[in-house]
């Protein structure tokens, strides 16, 4: 088992940046690949990066490619998702997860545990 726990979360003007955190416990993050989704009033899911287990590896959905950066820290079971040039079309609740399985996906069905959901708000 895994807790996460994500911060970092606000409201930011668009062309701002804004940095998501998220803290495991219970278990090592070296174990899980990881992921962040964001989700709007009204809309599904959507897994916008991920990082494998190590690092070595990553993906991002089209919508985030270029602006967003995921990274992570094994040794503090921290993983982050560095948002810039934010605009109001990515105004969604985050979240963390972390995928038991093999490999790195986009794929929501993908993931065994979910974070605390937070708000991040981009005004024009």
């Known amino acids: 088992q895994v807790q996460l726990v994500v911060s970092g979360g606000g409201l930011v003007q668009a062309g701002g940046s804004l940095r998501l955190s998220c803290a495991a416990s219970?278990?090592?993050?070296?174990?899980?690949?990881m992921g962040w989704s964001r989700q709007a009033p009204g809309k599904e899911r959507e897994i916008v990066a991920a990082?494998?287990?190590?690092?070595?590896?990553?993906k991002y959905a089209d919508s985030v490619k270029g602006r967003f950066t995921i990274s992570r820290d094994n040794a503090k079971n921290t993983v982050y998702l560095q948002m810039n040039s934010l605009s109001p079309e990515d105004t969604a609740v985050y979240y963390c997860?972390?995928?038991?399985?093999?490999?790195?996906?986009?794929?929501?069905?993908?993931?065994?545990?979910w974070g605390q959901g937070i708000q991040v708000t981009v005004s024009s």
């Open positions: 997860a972390a995928d038991s399985g093999f490999g790195i996906s986009l794929a929501a069905t993908r993931y065994d545990y």
């Open positions: 219970g278990s090592t993050l070296r174990n899980y690949a």
């Open positions: 990082i494998s287990r190590n690092g070595g590896s990553t």
